[in-house]
Structure formats: structure tokens, C-alpha cells
């Protein structure tokens, strides 16, 4: 396939650790192999014979600006900041992938796999840009937007993190829905990074992303160890109250009348602002005067609660086990100040020669493209409707190619989809009805699943002008779903989606409701649970589609009887 470096799928940033820092900075102990030889080739470029000039501005040839541009003193990492244990977290490189997800047969089609078809994370591996991803004590090559995606396992530690921060109340996250988010957002096999068309992805990185990973002084913050045991003790000593603040306990009494929340008592008004996020708060100071006024001498446990709420990449450090020693005396509304300059954004995106908060620098920057991520993600699963999270573990998917994509605009446009039509195992909302949705070239372009209780159908594909819709009877077990190609006669090239049949319980052989067209002469695909899988039910259906139409449809299979 040749050389082609790819990045990670979460924070775009490098899947190698090697030649990135200067072998001018080196510390003691360095691997010199993995340092970037940055002896400066310009220094010499003037042969007027003027001797001692060149050392008068000694300090600042340590700056890259004086150097020439392709000069290698203008490339690489400051060492003496950066050092060799802040970047090992980049080669710690797993693979996102389906397990059996599709196998070829001999006429190249793809078939269902016997497999159990879910989706895994592999073991740390090796990245290299010559021979891609390959497994200890394996000689398999897997390609990244093929085989799988690669990501740092540091930066999918944080995704959960992230996940379970910011949506406590929600199931653990699914790696086939990441896996399926990921997969619609390839344009092209060779795309080196996603394109999430989101802003807070990635932060910075792209701009150093090409055939190899540039680095230049001044960000180190990009590639410095998120998870790394970051010490905030200073932070922490810098916040520590001098004397003790009094509160007016009378300044709430002071508002007009008019203000609904005057005749509160300020405790009341206290706890109302802690429980709110910080522009709620902003909001209600804007219209009431006498929060307001609370504001002025809010206790400690708001200004705490604020750490919660507007630097939540704080989660999973040992910030708290650090106050917890001297609590009562950090000022909070200080030490989030401080939390806040220690890991804002930097100005042009670099840090200073002498930086001490790389790590919480890159932590946010990755934690924000990870809230990103997991924003698409919840977008997605609006779409196609929730599904419990006992039944999508124990669901496989069963998928055959419609039609093989060629056209690159179609190709950056296909999204990987699954729509469950039975969203949990035990009493199931009813199916009320199915719509199939038409192109002007009466090409099915969505299907859609209407569930009684549910204000909005469960849609696979794309709506469009044309429909068709069929009332489903309650007694309806749908045990297989049947599609039509189209006339025998059309290119494989041309083949589209035109009928949907559903096989019901009653009579395993002939489609019991079918919608779109039909020709006597028409390429059907059957899918069902095969042989092997007697006690398993269609739950669902899979797969892939453009504006144009379906390039790639399956079930959802899912053994309910355990």
C-alpha cells in the first residue's frame, strides 16, 4: 500500500514517539535513537571572517526564529520541558474494529460472517507508516479506515472519562456506536485523520498532520501525556486563603420589590447557584438583583462546585486528594481562576519556551474533542431511536453489499447505520407501522420504524419525496427481511434497493408485508438467521447509505432466550 501515516481517530495527534524531541536537549538517561538530530547547518552561512558576532546574541540562537527554515535547530521538541516519559503514551496505539464483520466469498461478495460480529478494542500493537498496525506475535497487516481506527489508548481512556462525567445517568458507552460514528465520518481509505466537521476537534494538531508528524518548538503541549499524575499542589498552596472572608448577610434584603427572589433567604439563594451551570448562574445574576447581590460574598462550596462544572477535565486527578489536606483553607474561587489560566488555550497555540502545564494543557484539548465526539454520537442515536444496552451487547450483525461505491463524492458522503425496531429484550414496544422513502429513481432511500408510545419513527437512510407506508398487525414476529435488486438485467453497478418484503413467523418462505416495486424478474437477498442460529430473533437492521441510496443493508440478530 506504500506510506501513509495516519493519526489518531480522537485527538489527531501522533501514534509514534520517536524523532520528536531535541537530541540538544537531551536528559540524562535519553534513548539518543529516539531523538531528533537538531545540530544547526546555519550558523556558518556568512564567511566574512567576522568571528565572536555569532556568540554576542548567544541566548537567542536558542530561539528557532533565527535560524533558517529548513535548518534542523528550527525543528523538534524542547527536551528540558518535554521529556521522554511525557510522550511514551503516544505509542501505546489500539485498533477499534469489528470482529468477523464481513467475509469475501468467491465471486467477491461480501457475505455475513458466522462470527459474532461485535465490535472490540484490540490490545496495544505497534503502528508503523510503512507496514500499518500489527499485533504482538502477529505478522497481520491492519490497515487504519479499513481494518479498524486507530486511537491512543490514553485518549480512549478519556472518551469513557468523558462519557461518564458529563452523561452520568446514561449506559456505558458502546464501541460499536463509536466504531459506526467513526466510520461515517471516512471520506477516503487513505484519509490520514477523521473528519469530524465539529470545531472542537482537534485543537491544533491537524496543521502538523502529513506524511510525517512536524514538530516544532513551542508545542509541546500537543503531545504531552494527558494522563500523566499531574501535580497541582502549587496551584493549590497559590490558593490558600490568607484571612478569612465575611459575608453580608443582609445584602439580598437590598433588592427592589419587583424581584420575585427577594424574599428568599440567601442560603436559599446559595444553593440554587450550585446546583446551576456557571451561564444559568450568569443569566439569573443578569435578571435578579438580589442574586446579584448574593454573589458578591458567595461561600466556598459554590466557588467548589464551579471547579465541577467549568474545568470538568479536572475529573480523575488528584486535585481533591490535594485540597482534602488542607481544605479549609483554599480559597476555590481562586484556585478555579488558577485552573482555568493553567489549562486555558494559548496564544497562536504555542506555549513558552519554559511551560510547566503541557499535560493539563493537551488533557483539555483532548477533553474537549472527546465532548465532541460523544455530541455526534448522542445526535445519532436521536436519529435512529435508544436501544438498551443488554440487548445491543448481546446483538450481531449479519450485512451484504448492494452495490460497490466507485464515485469518490458518494464515497465521502456514505454513513454506517443500525436501527433496532425491538429496543429492548423484555416487552418490546409494539411495531405500528413501516415507511420506505423513494428517490426520483424509485430507489428506496430510508426505511423507517414506527413504535407505538414513540412520538418519532426509528429511521435507516435518508427521507425523501417519495413514500409508501403499511399498517404492521400486533401479531407480527418479523423473522426475516427480503429486498429487491432490481430487474436481473441492471449492471451490479447499478443495482439499487426497490422493494423491502418482511418474512414473519407464519410463513418463512413468502413476505408477508412488501413495500416498494416488485418485477417477477427482480435480484432478491434473503436475511435471516442462519442455520446455526435457531433461537435468535431480528431485532434490527444495518447498514450503509448515501444520498443516492442503500449501498449496504443487513439484520440485527440478538439470542434472547439465555
Known amino acids: 500500500m506504500g506510506k501513509i501515516t495516519f493519526y489518531c481517530a480522537i485527538c489527531a495527534g501522533p501514534l509514534y514517539e520517536w524523532g520528536l524531541r531535541k537530541a540538544s536537549t537531551a536528559q540524562p538517561g535519553d534513548d539518543e535513537n529516539g531523538l531528533f538530530d537538531d545540530d544547526c547547518e546555519c550558523s556558518d552561512q556568512s564567511d566574512d571572517g567576522d568571528d565572536g558576532d555569532d556568540d554576542e546574541d548567544g541566548e537567542d540562537n536558542e530561539d528557532p526564529a533565527k ?89 480512549w481512556q478519556l472518551l469513557h472519562l468523558v462519557h461518564k462525567t458529563t452523561k452520568p445517568g446514561q449506559r456505558p458507552l458502546d464501541p460499536r456506536r463509536v466504531y459506526l460514528t467513526m466510520m461515517a465520518r471516512v471520506t477516503d481509505c487513505n484519509d490520514t485523520y477523521l473528519r469530524w466537521r465539529d470545531p472542537r476537534l482537534y485543537g491544533g494538531t491537524t496543521q502538523f498532520a502529513g506524511q510525517e508528524w512536524e514538530a516544532f518548538p513551542g508545542y509541546e503541549w500537543l503531545v504531552a501525556d494527558p494522563l500523566k499524575d499531574i501535580d497541582l499542589s502549587e496551584l493549590v498552596k497559590k490558593s490558600t486563603l490568607v484571612e478569612p472572608r465575611t459575608q453580608n448577610q443582609n445584602v439580598a434584603r437590598r433588592s427592589i420589590p419587583a424581584d420575585p427572589f427577594a424574599k428568599l433567604p440567601i442560603e436559599v439563594h446559595y444553593m440554587i447557584m450550585e446546583l446551576l451551570p456557571s451561564e444559568t448562574v450568569l443569566n439569573l445574576l443578569l435578571s435578579s438583583r438580589s442574586f446579584r447581590g448574593a454573589s458578591t460574598c458567595l461561600p466556598r462550596a459554590f466557588w467548589r462546585s464551579r471547579i465541577y462544572t467549568d474545568t470538568p477535565w479536572i475529573a480523575g486527578t488528584s486535585l481533591f486528594e490535594t485540597v482534602s489536606n488542607m481544605d479549609e483553607k483554599v480559597d476555590y474561587r481562586k484556585l478555579l481562576s488558577l485552573l482555568k489560566e493553567s489549562s486555558a488555550s494559548l496564544p497562536e497555540g504555542k506555549n513558552t519556551r519554559y511551560e510547566t502545564d503541557l499535560s493539563l494543557k493537551n488533557r483539555r484539548r483532548i477533553w474537549s474533542c472527546c465532548e465532541g465526539i460523544l455530541e455526534i454520537l448522542s445526535r445519532r442515536t436521536t436519529e435512529s431511536g435508544s436501544v438498551s444496552s443488554k440487548l445491543e451487547f448481546i446483538t450481531r450483525s449479519q450485512v451484504a453489499r448492494i452495490r460497490k461505491v466507485t464515485d469518490y463524492r458518494e464515497m465521502s458522503e456514505l454513513i454506517e447505520s443500525e436501527t433496532y425496531f425491538r429496543p429492548t429484550i423484555l416487552d418490546p414496544p409494539l411495531l405500528s407501522s413501516l415507511t420506505v422513502y423513494f428517490s426520483k429513481q424509485t430507489s428506496i432511500t430510508g426505511i423507517e420504524w414506527h413504535l407505538e408510545g414513540e412520538e418519532s419513527g426509528r429511521l435507516f437512510g435518508k427521507r425523501d419525496m417519495g413514500m409508501q407506508s403499511a399498517a404492521l398487525p400486533p401479531d407480527l414476529v418479523i423473522t426475516g427481511i427480503v429486498v429487491s435488486l432490481g430487474p436481473e438485467s441492471l449492471k451490479d453497478s447499478d443495482r439499487r434497493v426497490c422493494g423491502l418484503g418482511l418474512l414473519a413467523m407464519d410463513n418463512s418462505d413468502q413476505a408477508r408485508i412488501k413495500l416498494g416495486k416488485w418485477t417477477e424478474n427482480d435480484i432478491v437477498k434473503i436475511f435471516r438467521p442462519t442455520g446455526t442460529q435457531p433461537a435468535a430473533a431480528v431485532v434490527g437492521i444495518t447498514g450503509q447509505y448515501s444520498d443516492i441510496g442503500i449501498t449496504k443493508f443487513g439484520i440485527l440478530v440478538a439470542n434472547l432466550i439465555s
Open 67 to 155: 535560524h533558517t527554515e529548513y535548518c534542523p535547530y528550527s525543528q523538534g521538541y524542547w527536551g528540558d520541558i518535554l521529556s521522554e516519559g511525557d510522550i511514551a503514551w503516544l505509542k501505546r496505539v489500539r485498533m477499534l474494529r469489528m470482529r468477523g464483520e464481513y467475509d469475501k466469498n468467491e465471486d467477491e461478495s461480501e457475505l455475513p460472517n458466522d462470527g459474532d460480529g461485535s465490535c472490540y478494542l484490540t490490545p496495544i500493537g505497534e503502528y508503523d507508516s510503512w507496514f500499518a498496525f500489527t499485533l504482538p506475535g502477529s505478522d497481520e497487516s491492519l490497515w487504519p479506515n479499513q481494518d479498524g481506527f486507530l486511537v491512543h489508548d490514553a485518549c
